[in-house]
T-cell receptor
Framework: GAVVSQHPSWVICKSGTSVKIECRSL??????MFWYRQFPKQSLMLMATSNEGSKATYEQGVEKDKFLINHASLTLSTLTVTSAHPEDSSFYIC??????????FGDGTRLSIL | AQSVTQPDIHITVSEGASLELRCNYSYGATPYLFWYVQSPGQGLQLLLK??????LVQGIKGFEAEFKRSQSSFNLRKPSVHWSDAAEYFCAVGERSGGYNKLIFGAGTRLAVHP
């Protein structure tokens, strides 16, 4: 089946630093990638949708300047959490689709900001 | 607005018992429906999906789900649960927009399995 790789799986960093998370589709061309945030014991909240070669579409309440998304190729999207603070600590999950398939999810990145 | 309701936050069953996880949706058109499973600290794995056709859908790991338009439901079932089925289960409805399916998730149901 379709494979989506997310890296890193866990990152701990100091408050004020920026963190980049990568999402790769390994065996298909992902025209669309999604970024979700999941708080403990809660559901997934869609943060933004990115289409290859165009600007991401952010959900209401998500800061564009805080969560930078780049989808420069059909196999790679990145989420950069800029000037991260403890309240940004969360589990971030990406998914990818070529529009004909259901979304396939990465294994998530646990971000801890000290 | 589209929404998905999973009424049961937490369910506990004995190993070998049958299972049914409930899902109700609110959607104006014919929905695309999905069930995903998430193990702790992991991403989501697709169990099954319904787009059209036969309303009883077979998935992986012995799961099935039945789409009932009259009840706006898409309940997940398994005849005999295994200990490895303990996980979080999410029902989702796909909202077609711009050529792709944007997913709206339910709150999830956490399944515990007793030996």
């Amino acid at each position: 089946g379709a494979v989506v790789s997310q890296h890193p799986s866990w990152v701990i960093c100091k408050s004020g630093t920026s963190v980049k998370i990568e999402c790769r589709s390994l065996d298909f061309q992902a025209t669309t990638m999604f970024w979700y945030r999941q708080f403990p014991k809660q559901s997934l909240m869609l943060m933004a949708t990115s289409n290859e070669g165009s600007k991401a579409t952010y959900e209401q309440g998500v800061e564009k300047d805080k969560f930078l998304i780049n989808h420069a190729s059909l196999t790679l999207s990145t989420l950069t959490v800029t000037s991260a603070h403890p309240e940004d600590s969360s589990f971030y999950i990406c998914s990818a689709t070529d529009s004909n398939q259901p979304q396939h999810f990465g294994d998530g990145t646990r971000l801890s900001i000290l | 607005a589209q929404s998905v309701t999973q009424p049961d936050i937490h369910i506990t069953v004995s190993e070998g018992a049958s299972l049914e996880l409930r899902c109700n949706y609110s959607y104006g058109a014919t929905p695309y429906l999905f069930w995903y499973v998430q193990s702790p600290g992991q991403g989501l794995q697709l169990l099954l999906k319904y787009f059209s056709g036969d309303t009883l859908v077979q998935g992986i790991k012995g799961f099935e789900a039945e789409f009932k338009r009259s009840q706006s439901s898409f309940n997940l079932r398994k005849p005999s649960v295994h200990w490895s089925d303990a996980a979080e289960y999410f029902c989702a409805v796909g909202e077609r927009s711009g050529g792709y399916n944007k997913l709206i998730f339910g709150a999830g149901t956490r399944l515990a399995v007793h030996p």
